[in-house]
């Protein structure tokens, strides 16, 4: 195989299959400890995050319907500085970069399906094929549910996050329509948040509704996996 192919082959192969390698990062303002993953760059804690705050609720062993969940919900006004120092809520990028990876694992031909505008995006394509809550998977997702103006709602069938605000997303994607993924074309700042279904339909949006500090009868809380740009 000539040089230049091989490259080309390699840079391809890597772009499917990204290498990660498990380590342990100790936060130094708890000690508490989390096991992370680096895929495509990107250094993720396999574990919520679980740093006591002013407005955190711990994880409720009364409510969860899994005992892999752990961690702490959090408030909206936390959100911009909860992770430990040199970490940050994941973006967009970053979890489509998960996606990615998790389905060519599993079926190397299915492609993701991205349905949006260049502010908020559907991901679909992986119903079929993909178990995200699957013990092999390396992020190690559990169903979160939220907590709901005080209560806990954790179903066994989905997680949800806050992210990162969208950047303007440049890619050219399909209309902001689909049977069962809403797709908004605002973004309130700082609002932002993912919705993972299992052998469904993931959403990444942010909106007014159920997260106005003002109504505390409707607030959302979320949990958070921090991550890293690995150098």
Request: hydrophobic share 30%; charged share 25%.
């Amino acid at each position: 195989m000539k040089p230049q192919f091989l490259l080309i082959f390699l840079s391809l192969f890597f772009a499917i299959y990204p290498t990660f390698g498990q380590e342990v990062f100790i936060d130094s303002r708890d000690k508490k400890e989390y096991k992370t993953v680096t895929i495509s760059g990107i250094k993720w804690m396999t574990e919520n995050l679980d740093f006591e705050t002013e407005l955190s609720l711990s994880s409720d062993p009364q409510h969860q319907t899994n005992t892999r969940l752990s961690g702490r919900y959090y408030h909206l006004d936390e959100i911009c500085c909860v992770c430990p120092d040199g970490w940050r809520l994941p973006g967009v990028e970053d979890w489509l970069s998960f996606f990615s990876y998790s389905l060519k694992s599993v079926d190397s031909l299915a492609p993701l399906k991205f349905i949006g505008n260049e502010n908020h995006f559907a991901i679909d394509g992986y119903s079929e094929n993909l178990n995200v809550f699957d013990d092999t998977n390396p992020l190690k997702l559990t169903p979160t549910g939220r907590v709901e103006g005080g209560k806990y709602n954790v179903q066994e069938n989905y997680a949800d996050y806050w992210t990162l605000d969208p950047p303007k997303w440049n890619h050219d994607l399909p209309p902001s329509t689909s049977n069962h993924a809403h797709v908004l074309s605002t973004v309130y700042e700082g609002k932002t948040h993912i919705h993972i279904r299992n052998k469904s339909f993931t959403n990444i949006h942010s909106h007014k509704h159920h997260l106005n500090p003002k109504k505390k009868g409707k607030l959302r809380m979320f949990m958070i996996r921090c991550v890293k740009t690995v150098d």
